[in-house]
């Protein structure tokens, strides 16, 4: 390729007959990991991306939207969440904003590859912003569905900030994973999971909202359009045998203020909002 070519691209293959390129304005890392190949690299538009095995992970530019709903949602719904598990979330985002709700006291997270926690420490430093420093938070290096099956759990709040149900991820798209998650739960927690796009990934949704619904006295999704996951709003599984979706507006409000947090998207009337679902994604729903 020459250089009047212009730019390299990375093309983004996750989903079949629709792609999504991004222009690779400066290549920081490309390499395999033990279990995938992870590349880091900046986009004019989206700033620094990470993907692993060419489908995105995150990046600098719009993860403030998937991470902010991922954690405030289920964390200020729940109202006293003390210990929260992340199974994944490698970029050390998921951490940071969880780790923004000072009552929480303490974060497990359970991430497959220490080379994406390695690499995104080095090159998406605005991703973690400290977090994997703090003394709240406990790295464990393993696969998410070992965890949960061996845990003691006491679990306020679990968090599956997984890549898609491919490779590595499938496991944690598991009736079983769901079930050994269940029961690491603390009484009246909450279980929250990336649930893929429903337009693009609808079976996806499907397949955990059956499990959920096997589990949990209340289950369901909630929305939030993330621009780099392509395809409309992305859902977040939602898993609880509490009344916390219910919370009332103002008592969010009142938590809100009183967490002190000061994100781009999450309000407490975009929360509330979120669970109110369109009819194709209600199709979905088992
Ligand atoms: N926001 C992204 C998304 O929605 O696809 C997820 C980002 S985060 C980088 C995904 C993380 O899940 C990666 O670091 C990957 O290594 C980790 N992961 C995949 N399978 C896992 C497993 N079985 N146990 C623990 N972590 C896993």
Not at 154 to 174: M, Y
Not at 190 to 204: A, K, S
Not at 207 to 226: G, K, P
Request: hydrophobic share 40%; with cysteine.
């Amino acid at each position: 390729m020459t250089a009047s070519d212009g730019p390299a691209w990375v093309r983004e293959s996750l989903h079949p007959h629709y792609n999504q390129s991004f222009t690779v304005d400066e290549l920081f890392y490309d390499s395999e990991t033990a279990h995938q190949r992870l590349k880091v690299f900046r986009n004019g538009t989206f700033g620094r991306i990470l993907t692993l095995d060419d489908v995105v992970q995150t990046t600098e530019g719009d993860n403030f939207i998937y991470h902010e709903m991922l954690t405030h949602v289920p964390i200020l719904a729940h109202g006293a969440a003390r210990r929260v598990c992340i199974v994944g979330g490698g970029d050390g985002g998921m951490a940071r904003e969880v780790l923004r709700h000072a009552a929480v006291t303490h974060v497990t997270m359970v991430e497959i590859d220490a080379g994406v926690v390695d690499f995104s420490k080095q090159y998406l430093p605005t991703l973690s912003q400290g977090a994997f420093d703090d003394p709240r938070l406990d790295l464990v290096i393993a696969d998410g569905a070992d965890f949960m099956r061996s845990t003691d759990g006491g679990f306020d709040v679990i968090i599956v900030d997984s890549t898609d149900p491919v490779g590595p991820g499938e496991v944690l798209f598991t009736d079983t994973f769901y079930g050994h998650a269940k029961r690491a739960l603390a009484p009246g927690g909450i279980l929250v999971t990336q649930n893929g796009v429903p337009f693009m990934q609808g079976d996806e949704l499907t397949n955990t909202m059956r499990a959920f619904r096997a589990l949990f006295a209340d289950a369901t999704c909630y929305l939030a359009t993330v621009p780099t996951y392509a395809g409309g709003p992305m859902a977040f599984g939602w898993g609880t045998d509490s009344a916390a979706r219910d919370v009332p507006l103002d008592v969010l409000q009142a938590r809100f203020a009183e967490a002190g947090l000061t994100p781009d998207y999450y309000t407490p009337e975009v929360h509330k909002a979120s669970f109110a679902l369109p009819g194709y994604v209600l199709k979905l729903m088992p």
